[in-house]
């Protein structure tokens, strides 16, 4: 019997212009990160594809993205960004007909006020008009804001929403924190989670015993049916490699069962975000 696909769930490409990345201030992420970079790491570890996920709050990235899906086979599907909260929503989500298309994003960590970004009525119905058009909603938020995603997601429980990054955890007040603040979203079957991002919390010098138990927590509270891995590949740059971060996920299902296992590696993000694989 032929193996589930295998996904990586989270991933970016750039074309790096300072002005078009105001949030990079690295050298380890100022420059160019395409297909022929990810490409090798994915053979690397046996993964048949990614999803390829937006940087940039505008439309032309979402153009960008689908672009490049039609011309390289190994992206399996495209989160991009829309204005969820323009009265033309509609005509908007027309322009796009291409199946790569999956889900869109915004990146809510950067609104001034994130927990009232959540709770604006103009969000409310751009979100419910996107879930009865059968796209998923990748929720990024921080810890700070895992209360109102929750209070946003119990609102919102007509398609999936996506839970990135683990809801970047505040890594020095450890798991159970984490776990007590994530458990009001894990509660909510709608709801998944991406096993990406640890590291970049956790910052370099991480080492694997402060992480595992936050994956521990996840899997007891979404289960492996909710959760996914992403290498948040270029950004994972900035505290380790992708082999680190794929050697951190391995480590922390190995005592699952087969079944459960592929389900991270790529079964969940297959059905979830419904790819064609």
Known sequence: MSRL???DAHQHFWHYQPEAFPWIDSPRLARDFMPPQLTPLLDAHA???S???QARPCEPETDWLLTLAEQETRIKGVVGWVDVTSPQLTERLARWSQPA???FRHLVQDEIDPAGWLARPEVARGINQLQRA???WDLLVTWRDLNAAAEFAGRH???WL????CGKPDIARGARHWAEQVAPLAALPH???KLSGLITEAGQGWQPETLLPFIDAALSLFGPERLMFGSDWPVCRLAGDYAQVHSLCEQAIGGLSADEQDAIRGGTASRIYQLEV
Request: overall charge negative; aromatic content about 4%.
């Open 162 to 165: 996506v839970l990135d990054h």
């Open 5 to 7: 696909p295998r996904i």
């Open 134 to 136: 059968g796209y998923c």
């Open 51 to 53: 999803i390829a996920v």
């Open 157 to 159: 429980d007509a398609h």
């Open 191 to 193: 709801v998944a989670c």
């Open 47 to 49: 993964i048949d594809g």
């Open 101 to 103: 298309l999956c889900g």
